[in-house]
């Protein structure tokens, strides 16, 4: 077979797992009893949506002290303000020291200032009371709940009430080792047929059947995993059915690059010394066999993927291997030439049954 050159993408096959796209643990912010819960476990949540019911009534208590108290610092303020405005005039007049004119106005300004600190202490009582009602943050499938109707929550565990994930679209993290992915990148930067593409992930279940959606590569990690020596990539993945689960492992296979300088060889044509590497016999100078060593790390179909030691117009030998050894002379054909079976010549078949015969004289005399 006369091989040229052709375009085989370098694909990569990694161990991966599942991660939700989103992932929120539902918190309480204040402690209190709970009253109800506002959910189904195991049911889609929209974000927003109340979950929880925590005992208010403390919280309604003091929002409604710390109405009161804007009340009481609202009334104080107005007074000292009066006060402050009879006290100018007659200052002017020297009807009234100074000083007694500083001192209302001093007042009158820390009436207003208590004014703004009861108002803030209304506006963290309601944000509290407002709390009691717990609420979704995203929108996902929401688990067990871990806090029963009638325990106390409190804005300190270590718990949380429950976790919501999103699971349309979904992510799926692969570990590559660093060796393979610096290889790579030296092989672009040389730009020596290699080409970057667009990563199409494709995923194997742990029931060995194809996921059938296909993902797309998000990022790569710029640091490398101290432990385990390998760099983690994200592929992001549709998952309309909710087939994969955060946690589930997975296989993920896609293409990182092309190599546009790569040979394509049958299978049988290539054999591997004792040491694993790879040769193979092409026609050499005068029609005679010679071995080649190539590098072919990798199989497409029933093709190995040669990316070192051929050159584009190299004659391989595919067929008639068998008792093949460097420097035999050939007689190359085509490998597809379709092969002619003739009948046996008479002279063959008249020698075919010399051969007979002789056998049978041959059995009788014994």
Not at 46 to 75: C, K
Not at 230 to 240: G, H, I, Q, S, Y
Request: charged share 20%.
């Amino acid at each position: 077979m006369v091989v040229q050159p052709t375009t085989s993408p370098v694909v990569a096959q990694l161990a991966a797992r599942v991660v939700a796209f989103q992932s929120s643990e539902v918190r309480p912010q204040v402690t209190g009893v709970i009253q109800r819960r506002l959910f189904t476990e195991g049911s889609i949540v929209r974000a927003g949506q109340p979950l929880y019911q925590i005992d208010p009534s403390l919280y309604r208590a003091q929002a409604n002290q710390a109405a009161a108290n804007v009340q009481s610092a609202q009334a104080n303020q107005e007074a000292a303000r009066v006060r402050a405005d009879r006290f100018r005039p007659l200052a002017e007049a020297e009807a009234v020291s100074r000083q007694d004119y500083t001192d209302a106005l001093a007042t009158s300004r820390q009436a207003s200032a208590s004014v703004a600190q009861t108002r803030a202490a209304l506006d963290l009582a309601r944000t509290n009371l407002r709390f009691t009602t717990v609420p979704a943050p995203i929108t996902g499938r929401i688990g067990r709940s871990l806090l029963t109707v009638g325990a106390l929550a409190s804005a300190t565990q270590a718990e949380p009430l429950a976790t919501i994930q999103q699971l349309d679209p979904i992510f799926v993290d692969m570990q590559q080792s660093a060796s393979e992915l610096l290889s790579l990148r030296r092989a672009l930067a040389s730009r020596d047929g290699v080409t970057p593409t667009r990563a199409q992930v494709r995923l194997q279940l742990e029931d060995g059947s194809d996921f059938g959606q296909v993902g797309s590569v998000e990022f790569s990690e710029v640091v490398v995993d101290q432990s385990t020596g390998t760099v983690t990539l994200r592929a992001r993945f549709p998952n309309p059915n909710n087939l994969l689960l955060p946690g589930m492992f997975v296989q993920a296979r896609f293409a990182q690059a092309l190599n546009t300088r790569a040979f394509l060889v049958p299978q049988p044509a290539i054999n591997r010394d004792p040491q694993g590497r790879a040769t193979l016999f092409v026609v050499g100078a005068g029609n005679k066999a010679e071995q080649r060593n190539v590098t072919a790390d990798r199989a497409v179909g029933q093709n190995w993927v040669v990316t070192a030691g051929l050159k584009p117009g190299d004659r391989v030998i595919v067929q008639g291997l068998a008792d093949l050894r460097p420097g035999q002379p050939l007689r190359p054909v085509a490998a597809n030439t379709p092969q002619r079976v003739r009948p046996p010549s008479p002279e063959q078949m008249k020698a075919q049954g010399k051969n007979g015969g002789g056998a049978g004289k041959s059995g009788g005399g014994g």
